[in-house]
């Protein structure tokens, strides 16, 4: 079956822009959670969702936001960009909440702010 | 404040020898334990894991202990291979909560021929 599919897989926007980012998980699996990695940082959890509702959110800024959709595809948006949002975006899929159940993660978005 | 800390950020091993990767956790919660692999331009896959029923699990060439009374585990990779080298991430949570799952900073593995 096919894997997490992120998209775009590279971005490159300016400062004060906004971005949005999409992640379509495996085909059956109802949640979807979204890391920034950064080098020395590790995978910073971001958000996740379920059944279209937000079940757990990480620390960062008002400035990022998600959403699921019926179809449990999940978007992620970034406003008002700055430049220490530059790194790896990934979008991780669980068959339940991924507390229960391993997750599979995407290849990534590779968001560059100039 | 880190709850999984991987000390090390970069482990380098010869190859046929045991590769050792250690992870420390803060939080008394975290009841289940997995390690994941990261080889660059290509997102995490999992690779084993551990509940805290359980001392040692093994998978092949991989092993990984955990020690609850000092918050520790580590993963054993014997023999270590060149294609084992990645960036290792730990990762813990709480098992059967809503609970997110937190991942320590990785630890690069570079096994040289």
């Known amino acids: 079956k096919a894997g997490v599919t992120q998209t775009p897989r590279y971005l490159i926007k300016t400062r004060g822009q906004q971005v949005t980012l999409s992640c379509s998980p495996i085909?059956?699996?109802?949640?979807v959670s979204w890391y920034q990695q950064t080098p020395g940082q590790g995978l910073q959890f971001l958000f996740e969702y379920f059944s279209e509702t937000q079940r757990n959110k990480g620390n960062f800024p008002g400035r990022f936001s998600g959403r699921q959709f019926s179809n449990s595809r999940s978007e992620m948006n970034v406003s008002t960009l700055e430049l220490g949002d530059s790194a790896l975006y990934l979008c991780?899929?669980?068959?339940?909440?991924?507390?229960?159940?391993?997750?599979?993660f995407g290849q990534g978005t590779r968001l560059t702010v100039v | 404040d880190q709850q999984v800390k991987q000390n090390s950020p970069s482990l380098s091993v010869q190859e046929g020898r045991i590769s050792i990767l250690n992870c420390d956790y803060t939080?008394?919660?975290?009841?289940?334990f997995l390690w994941y692999k990261k080889y660059p331009a290509e997102g995490p896959t999992f690779l084993i894991s551990i509940s805290s029923i359980k001392d040692k699990n093994e998978d092949g060439r991989f092993t990984v202990f955990l020690n609850k009374s000092a918050k520790h585990l580590s993963l054993h990779i014997v023999p270590s291979q060149p294609g084992d080298s990645a960036v290792y991430f730990c990762?813990?949570?709480?098992?059967?909560?809503?609970?997110?799952?937190?991942f320590g900073p990785g630890t690069s593995l570079s096994v040289i021929p």
């Open positions: 990762a813990a949570r709480a098992k059967n909560s809503y609970d997110k799952v937190i």
């Open positions: 939080n008394s919660m975290f009841d289940y």
């Open positions: 991780a899929s669980s068959l339940t909440w991924q507390a229960n159940t391993e997750a599979f």
């Open positions: 085909s059956g699996h109802r949640s």
